[in-house]
């Protein structure tokens, strides 16, 4: 399977932020939502950056509280590495593996089109590997 397939299972739904968005307010949306990790979106509707929840922990740690009233731009990724819905799993996992990171925005056409986490990765690993044991039982069962 690849990327376009996983986000047809589990939806395209993307939570963004604006650059001015305080950490306190996308941790509020991480909160909420229970998700990891924000695209941060520029007033042009482009990716501007990442911020995750590893992200604002460092910028708590390194400022204190006071850290929470400054704005996204100042902490968040803004090299963001992305995918493409023709992507498969074996790259995002290497692409993950390789940079460290859980969460990959996924751009078609130029536009953001989902995000997938290190969870939807490891949730169709398991399902894949389900899949494969009960069809060598099928086949063994047959012989």
Same mark, same amino acid.
């Given at each position: 399977?690849?990327?376009?397939?996983?986000?047809?299972?589990?939806?395209?739904?993307?939570?963004?932020?604006?650059?001015?968005?305080?950490?306190?307010?996308?941790?509020?949306?991480?909160? +909420?939502?229970?998700?990891?990790?924000?695209?941060?979106?520029?007033? !042009? /509707? #482009?990716?501007? =950056? &990442?911020? %995750?929840?590893? $992200?604002?922990?460092?910028?708590?740690?390194?400022?204190?509280?006071?850290?929470?009233?400054?704005?996204?731009?100042?902490?968040?990724?803004?090299?963001?590495?992305?995918?493409?819905?023709?992507?498969?799993?074996?790259?995002?996992?290497?692409?993950? +593996?390789?940079?460290?990171?859980?969460?990959?925005?996924?751009?078609? !056409? /130029? #536009?953001?089109? =989902? &995000?997938? %986490?290190?969870? $939807?990765?490891?949730?169709?690993?398991?399902?894949?590997?389900?899949?494969?044991?009960?069809?060598?039982?099928?086949?063994?069962?047959?012989?």
């Amino acid at each position: 399977m690849n990327v376009g397939g996983i986000l047809n299972e589990k939806g395209r739904t993307v939570e963004t932020a604006s650059p001015e968005a305080t950490l306190q307010d996308i941790a509020s949306v991480l909160g +909420t939502k229970k998700i990891g990790a924000l695209i941060i979106l520029s007033s !042009s /509707g #482009k990716i501007a =950056g &990442i911020l %995750s929840e590893r $992200d604002i922990v460092r910028a708590v740690a390194e400022g204190g509280a006071a850290a929470l009233s400054k704005p996204a731009s100042d902490f968040m990724t803004q090299k963001v590495v992305t995918c493409s819905e023709s992507d498969t799993v074996n790259q995002l996992m290497e692409s993950m +593996t390789q940079g460290r990171f859980r969460h990959l925005p996924v751009v078609q !056409s /130029g #536009k953001l089109s =989902g &995000i997938i %986490s290190i969870g $939807d990765v490891v949730k169709h690993r398991i399902a894949e590997a389900e899949f494969e044991a009960e069809e060598m039982k099928r086949y063994i069962a047959s012989v």
